[in-house]
């Protein structure tokens, strides 16, 4: 990763340190302090959402930019981010799908203590897996988040399979007036007690619509990353075969059993790897079809000069992840979670005119953020336990299931198709399923357990556990 302001980096400091040109004080200060870091830093900004002649929307973006920046690392780097809260209220950031430090993940009254606007927080820690992660505010994340602070964050495999591009494609919903201008009503009832605040304007990397020239027979890899608030995604890409490679940054298959389009519940993202077999002229389009078919984008095959002349043969598995330990099938220990709340319906009278919790875990609620780490925990466990949490979706919404520092399988499932044997950091839990999920809680500290629908999370559906040092 490259230092934006004037920064010495690594190579250099450890050449000036071996050339003694720092006295052994200084070298050791320095040291002390590995790496350069990486300034980010959330503010007010503006987008063209509608397309490059379209209206100006103003967005809150990280750099400035929607989506943020591309943080890249090499699997086995530390990653060390400076970030600065330019916002007019205060925020945090999190990084979604990284199985890390307690202390850096990012969630203010339980990790860490808000970072007020005018100041800032350092992060730094070593990814465990490779894969595909992405990074938001967890302070507030129903109005941060649709107003723009996301990005992608990618932890290249040591030994990555061969592949002739690697494109992000990260995918947001906007609630935009025709004027181009961001609807308001964050966290309305409304949206909290029904499927949350489902956008009208789709975004590929802030675009409306991505062209991406290829070349026939190039392999590409995709990298997909649903960061709406709450639209479940369901994307074709159309003529071509893709092979999904790795879900929520850990890999599978390859495979191509993932039915007629790739759901992505909010929070969860798809690696595939596409072969281009075609000619010259010929595209395969992106489009999403949760509603009515949408195109975002399409895969333009080139005529110029082919960098193959023949598609790749060689396979295309991505080497596991290190240490993810199998839940013990019988689980150790179980934990009932059971969902109830919302709208029964479009007109659910009885819950848009009342006045207490929108939803509830267990019966109860942790409306007041502010007391999460005070509250009382879903679970505490021994380090090291075998965790099954039995999900039982008593609502009429489905619900994306985020568990923070670990990844989990999907043990059981009923009432809805047979899971697949994937880790998953974020589970789509529909009307009536109840999924057990299971893993071991390896990863010490207080991690949050909530839907990733932002503003079900704000109104209820939160809870988090503790996994004893
Ligand atoms: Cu992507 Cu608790 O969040
Ligand atoms: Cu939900």
Redesign the pocket.
């Known amino acids: 990763m490259q230092p934006k302001k004037f920064n010495p980096s690594r190579r250099a400091v450890l050449m000036g340190a071996a050339a003694s040109v720092l006295t052994p004080l200084a070298a050791k200060a320095v040291l002390a302090n590995v790496g350069p870091m990486r300034d980010l830093e959330a503010r007010v900004a503006t987008a063209r959402l509608m397309g490059a002649t379209g209206p100006q929307t103003p967005v809150w973006g990280f750099d400035g930019t929607v989506p943020g920046p591309v943080l890249r690392v090499r699997h086995g780097e530390e990653l060390a981010i400076r970030f600065a809260n330019k916002l007019p209220e205060g925020s945090a950031v999190h990084w979604h799908g990284i199985r890390i430090d307690n202390r850096m993940d990012g969630v203010p009254g339980l990790t860490q203590t808000v970072v007020a606007p005018g100041s800032g927080f350092d992060y730094r820690y070593t990814p465990p897996d490779a894969g595909t992660f992405w990074y938001h505010p967890h302070e507030r994340s129903f109005e941060q988040v649709p107003r723009g602070l996301a990005g992608a964050l990618i932890v290249e495999e040591q030994e990555p399979p061969q592949a002739d591009q690697d494109i992000v494609l990260l995918i947001s919903d906007w609630r935009l007036g025709t004027d181009g201008q961001m609807a308001g009503g964050f966290g309305s009832r409304h949206d909290q007690a029904h499927a949350g605040r489902l956008g009208n304007h789709i975004t590929v990397n802030g675009e409306p619509f991505v062209t991406l020239p290829v070349q026939a027979n190039e392999r590409v890899r995709l990298r997909l990353i649903n960061a709406c608030s709450a639209r479940i995604l369901r994307l074709q890409l159309e003529g071509a075969q893709p092979k999904l490679i790795a879900v929520d940054g850990q890999p599978v298959g390859p495979t191509t059993s993932y039915g007629e389009a790739l759901m992505l519940g909010p929070g969860n993202r798809f690696d595939l790897m596409v072969d281009m077999v075609g000619t010259p002229g010929h595209s395969f389009v992106l489009a999403e079809i949760s509603g009515e078919r949408q195109e975002l984008g399409r895969l333009q095959f080139h005529a110029t000069d082919r960098r193959r002349a023949e598609p790749l043969v060689a396979p295309i598995a991505l080497a596991p992840n290190p240490l993810l330990l199998e839940p013990d099938p019988k689980g150790e220990l179980i934990v009932p979670l059971l969902m109830t709340g919302g709208a029964a319906n479009e007109m659910d009278m009885k819950v848009l005119m009342g006045t207490g919790s929108v939803w509830q875990f267990n019966g109860k609620t942790t409306m007041d953020m502010a007391a999460m780490g005070s509250g009382e925990p879903l679970f505490r466990a021994p380090r090291g336990r075998s965790v099954h949490v039995r999900i039982e979706n008593r609502t009429a919404?489905p619900?994306?299931m985020h568990v923070h520092g670990h990844h989990f399988r999907l043990l059981a499932r009923e009432n809805g198709p047979a899971p697949q044997p994937f880790w998953w950091d974020t589970l789509l839990v529909q009307p009536g399923e109840t999924s057990t999920i299971g893993f071991v809680a390896d990863n010490p500290g207080k991690w949050m357990l909530h839907?990733h629908?932002l503003d079900?999370q704000a109104a209820g559906?939160d809870a988090w556990f503790e996994v004893a040092g």
């Open positions: 919404w619900h994306a839907c629908m079900h559906m």
